[in-house]
Every structure is written in structure tokens, then in C-alpha cells.
């Protein structure tokens, strides 16, 4: 089996690990370049992304299946999506201990970016994994493994992230306070106590620290072991590609919709003309059955016309902020943290400042936003931490005469 330990992005090198059966040893091993091929390699494969081109939470939502499973990711995930859910795979691991998953969303396109990496080699990933779901550390632990320039931190259950080695000391950090008594062990690859001491200065754990087998085969053991907890992309992607096969997937939906807004307008006038209750309940269900089955990721109908008529409005939604597209700072710090969301851009004439306003549910990831913004942009002035309907908000004003 090969497995690819993906770079940054899929136009950088990839490392690659030929496991022997039963991911007993290493057969061969190394790097490939971008338009290149591993020689003898075609066919199926195992593909590990960097996972901060995801997001990663904890679905605690007790599910019965994989499909109510991911419904409830779509719902979790809803208000720090970059884009629309259409244009999202969700995807869970198995459930594990008091029926907890790892949920993770992923941009579409990014994805097929992957995947069509992996086809110019010739090879088809039969799951797609996050690296930093791979880490598996025992209930109340946590793993830090450096991977040369990006660090992989897990609290397995807990969820986890990857970002940039240069910001990590700073993250970890604050991101391990939070957790608090949840927490009693550190296990860290590629980084010392030493390295990490002011972080870890205050915190009552057990540090150990290993450098027992190289970081990407370790990760290739881990993935060819096919862990039952990591959410595997690929798996959810090709479920969604088969339910929307046909090129008339989208027609179909809005004439869901359509079909749906008119069946309502109908029960309107049946009631108002007619004033028989019964007719209008009975076409009220009829359009609302149809809603459902044209959008089944909306649990709740309140206002059956508002819901219906906001569908179609966001169906004709432009798919990119001409804004953030247009400038290349902004647009890769966004890239690089998903769970952060650029909520006000404002622009101070007199002074030529541009004040900003980031927010994201996980107040570590929009730390280490804020410090890509100072080490992109240099000097930035950066407002106090506020909590703006249950996310972690703050002010960053960057430029000026």
C-alpha cells in the first residue's frame, strides 16, 4: 500500500511510504515532485492533507447513523463555513467513547485539488485523512508532532488542529489552558519541554517526549491502520458526487424549490378563499414534505414561505468576496485558519487605515490569524478579545500614512 503524506498544498512535494502487508515494515520511501510519478505506483493509495486546509470539531450529538451524522456536522459547522454547504464535504469518524465523533468540513474544491494530484500520478486515494486526525493520544492526552514547517496537535475525542511551527508555542498554549483539568498528559514529537517551557510552565502535566520513528511513516502507519475515528473525505465526497451525478442535480434542486414556494402559494389561497382548515393543513404538509426532501439539511421549519424563499435567494449567491479575493494578505490568512471568518472591513480615510474585524468559534485559531496578520503585514494594532455572540471576536487595524 502507498500513502502519501501531502505537503502545504498539492503543488508542493509529497512524501510517500510503500508499506509492506500488514504495515508490518517500510518497503521504500520518499519525496515527489509536482508532475512527477512514483515509478511502480498505480492504482489505489492512502492520502494524508495538512489539516488546516479543514476544519476539525467534536460532534457530540448522540447519531444513529452515518448519514444522521453528518446532517448534524452540516448543522455544527453552519456559521463558520467560507463556503456555501453545496460547495462542502462533511464527513465523520466512528463514534467513540459516550457516542462522541470527530466531524470535519472541507471546501469541495480544495479537495478535488487534492484528488486531482493524486491522479496525475496515476493513483486513487481510497480515503482521504487530516493529518492531525490521525493522532490517536489515550483519553485526557494530548499529542504535539512537528512536521517540519506545520505542527499536528490532537486531543483525539477533543478534536485537534494543525498550523504553522512557527506560531504553534504561541497557540498551543492558550489552546491547552482552555482545556484546563480535561487534561493531565503531553506527548510531544519534535518539540521539547524546553522548547514549549513558558507555555507548559503553569500547567499540571506529565510531559514526555519521543523522536522513536520518523514523523511522515508514523503517519503512514497510522493511516494504513484505516482508523475507525478519523473522518475520511474521500468516502464522504464520492457518497455526495453519486447522489448529484446527473448535470440536472441543481435544476432538480430548484425546481424543488419552486415546486415547493408554489404548493404554498396555492394552501395560501385555498385558505383564504375557501377557509376550509383542513385543505390548507393538508396542502401546508404537501409543500412542507416537499421543502424537506428538496433541502434535507433543514431541521426545523418555523415559516415555511421565508425558508423557502431564502433557499432560492441563497441559490443565487455569488461564490467569492471580490474584496477578500483581491487581496492576497487577507485572503491567505483566511485560507490558511478556516474557523476564522473576517466579519468588517472598514477603511479610515483621513488616517489610510484599514480596520478589520476577525472572529471564530475556537479563540486559538484566531490567535494564530492575528499573528499570521503581524508577521505578513508587520506592524499591526490589534483591539482587546470580545465575545460577540458566542465567538471570539477582535479588532486589527493595518496600514496608515
Not at 512527477?36 to 492504482?43: V, Y
Not at 467513547?97 to 469541495?108: H, I, K, W
Not at 474544491?109 to 500520478?121: I, S, V
Not at 478519523?230 to 468516502?235: N, R, Y
Request: hydrophobic share 45%.
Amino acid at each position: 500500500m502507498i500513502v502519501l503524506i501531502a505537503g502545504n498544498t498539492p503543488e508542493e512535494p509529497m512524501a510517500w511510504v510503500r508499506l509492506q502487508a500488514g504495515a508490518t515494515g517500510v518497503a521504500a520511501s520518499g519525496m515527489v515532485a509536482s508532475g512527477d510519478a512514483i515509478r511502480g505506483a498505480q492504482g489505489e493509495c492512502l492520502l494524508v492533507i495538512p489539516g488546516f486546509d479543514a476544519q476539525l470539531r467534536r460532534l457530540a450529538t448522540p447519531t444513529r447513523s452515518a448519514a444522521q451524522a453528518r446532517a448534524a456536522a452540516a448543522h455544527l459547522f453552519k456559521d463558520s463555513l467560507a463556503t456555501d454547504t453545496v460547495d462542502t464535504v462533511f464527513a465523520v469518524g466512528g463514534a467513540g467513547e459516550d457516542d462522541g465523533r470527530l466531524a470535519a468540513a472541507m471546501s469541495r474544491g480544495r479537495l478535488t485539488a487534492w484528488l486531482d494530484r493524486c491522479a496525475a500520478m496515476r493513483l486513487k486515494p481510497l480515503a482521504v485523512y487530516l493529518d492531525c486526525s490521525l493522532l490517536a493520544p489515550d483519553r485526557g492526552g494530548i499529542e504535539v508532532l512537528r512536521l517540519g514547517d506545520r505542527t499536528l496537535v490532537s486531543a483525539g475525542e477533543l478534536g485537534g488542529f494543525t498550523m504553522d511551527s512557527g506560531l504553534a508555542p504561541a497557540v498551543m498554549g492558550q489552546w491547552m489552558a482552555q482545556l484546563g483539568a480535561t487534561i493531565d498528559a503531553v506527548r510531544l514529537q519534535g518539540w521539547t519541554r524546553a522548547d514549549l517551557a513558558p507555555q507548559l510552565g503553569s500547567l499540571r502535566v506529565d510531559v514526555t517526549e519521543t523522536d522513536a520513528e520518523d514523523p511522515p511513516i508514523r503517519l503512514a502507519r497510522l493511516a494504513a491502520r484505516r482508523p475507525a475515528l478519523a473522518p475520511d473525505l474521500a468516502g464522504a465526497s464520492s457518497e455526495r458526487s453519486q447522489a448529484s451525478a446527473s448535470p440536472l442535480a441543481a435544476w432538480g434542486l430548484a425546481a424543488g424549490l419552486a415546486v415547493a414556494l408554489g404548493l404554498l402559494q396555492i394552501g395560501i389561497t385555498t385558505w383564504d378563499g375557501m377557509r376550509d382548515a383542513a385543505s390548507a393543513e393538508a396542502v401546508h404538509a404537501a409543500s412542507e414534505k416537499a421543502f424537506r426532501e428538496a433541502r434535507p439539511e433543514v431541521k426545523r421549519v418555523n415559516n415555511l414561505r421565508a425558508q423557502v424563499t431564502a433557499a432560492l435567494n441563497a441559490m443565487k449567491r455569488p461564490a467569492a468576496n471580490p474584496v477578500i479575493a483581491a487581496n492576497p494578505l487577507i485572503s491567505d490568512v483566511l485560507q490558511l485558519h478556516p474557523d476564522v471568518q473576517l466579519d468588517e472591513v472598514r477603511l479610515d480615510a483621513p488616517g489610510r487605515t484599514v480596520d478589520l474585524r476577525l472572529s471564530s468559534l475556537l479563540q486559538p485559531q484566531l490567535d494564530s490569524a492575528v499573528e499570521g496578520l503581524r508577521q505578513a503585514a508587520g506592524q499591526i494594532d490589534v483591539g482587546p478579545m470580545q465575545a460577540i455572540d458566542g465567538r471570539s471576536s477582535v479588532s486589527v487595524s493595518m496600514g496608515g500614512a
